[in-house]
């Protein structure tokens, strides 16, 4: 993209963009990744479906609307999804036709910003991902920098300040009409249930947009960070500075609070600290895993959040039969263990019993008989052995096959 662009860039800023946008081409390579992508409708109310039965006309229409400058957003849909432990996060949910737009403004300028992001951030770049960050902080541990400063910015995507991401932009991208388009869909109304207000500050989770532009904001303080000599691996608003002293860490500390206080964001007290990550008691959680006495952990949370996973799976009064359950379950089970295999005593956790419990209920529910599937009884109906014969994937198996020498 950064060669067709090659003609529309002075002084390091990017110009005469708009056109690449609006493209028809680039237009109908962002339908089809929304379309891969799925996801609801926002307020309007038009599925993914509904927008692919007509459209080329729909495309044609966006096209002419961004030419023209007559295109406006619609308000997102906002909701609100359990975090666990009582708390919400608020995602926000954009219309079918903002999300192609914002797809196509993306694929156009993140080229421009991706060729100089650092190489400390991991978070929705292209082929970097949770699996690089949690590499490059074991590799980094191994090399003495166990000395850790776990930074928690506080609500950071609804508290990016506008004006000040704006300017960030306006360094690289002088077309004001992509300019224009850009502050749209930040200010873009915010509508939940009754309520509908337009936001001063943040980017809405769940934007296509969003993730870059948190990108975007942070990277002068991986550039800070790295220029004064620290190693950082950030994904996204979710960062780590490794130090080989604590005299270092503290110091990193206190440069990270110094800029995080100059550009409008505040660091969560409760959940930043400081600590020596061999000793018991001082560990630090990163993308899942804990990593405490010099091995790496699942965290508690993550643990939590799939044993919550496969109720919503297994509930008793689901109508489907066992294999079509167990089909629904594997990929989950199958990516978790993963995502998680690397860690300590991850066999050791529970997952298959507490699985193969759920789905002993749900036979029981099906003979009109009441219980949990907990009895003795109900191991000897249905052993594991039944259950690995429907094709139930189990963490112990996969534990055990990935051991082997291959």
Known sequence: MLAALGNGVKGG??????DKVYRIETLKAAWHKVKANAGAAGVDGQSVKQFGFWAEIYLAELEQALKSGEYRPEPIRR???????????????????????????????????????????????????????????????????????????ESYFDTIPHAALMRQIEQRISDGRVLELIARFLGQDIIQGMRRWTPVGGTPQGAVISPLMANIYLHPLDRQMKR??????????????LCRTA???????????????QNGLRLNADKTQVGDCRQAGQGFEFLGYRFEAGQR???????????????QKTRRTRGENLVKIIEDLNPMLRGWFNYFKHAQSVARLGIDGFARRRLRAILRKREKRPGMGKCFDDHLRW?????????????????????QPR
Not at 13 to 18: G, N, T
Not at 86 to 114: H, M, N
Not at 228 to 241: C, K, L, N, S, T
């Open 228 to 241: 004064q000599g620290y190693r950082m691996v950030r994904y996204a608003d979710d960062f780590v500075v």
């Open 297 to 311: 952990w699942v965290r508690p949370k993550s643990f939590k959040a799939l044993r919550e996973r496969i109720r």
């Open 383 to 403: 052993p594991n052995t039944f259950f690995a014969a429907q094709g139930l994937f189990t963490i112990t198996a996969a534990r055990m096959s990935a051991s």
């Open 79 to 153: 909701v609100e999804i359990s975090k666990g432990s009582g708390k919400i996060r608020p995602l926000g949910i954009p219309a079918v036709k903002d999300r192609i737009v914002q797809t196509a403004l993306k694929l156009v300028i993140e080229p421009i910003f991706e060729r100089e992001f650092e190489d400390c951030s991991y978070g929705f770049r292209p082929q970097r991902g949770c699996k690089d960050a949690l590499r490059e902080v074991d590799e980094l541990i191994k090399q003495g920098y166990t000395h850790v400063v776990d930074a928690d910015l």
């Open 13 to 18: 800023k990017w110009f005469s963009l708009i």
């Open 247 to 261: 005299e270092q860490a503290q110091a990193a500390h206190e440069e990270v609070k110094i800029w995080v206080e």
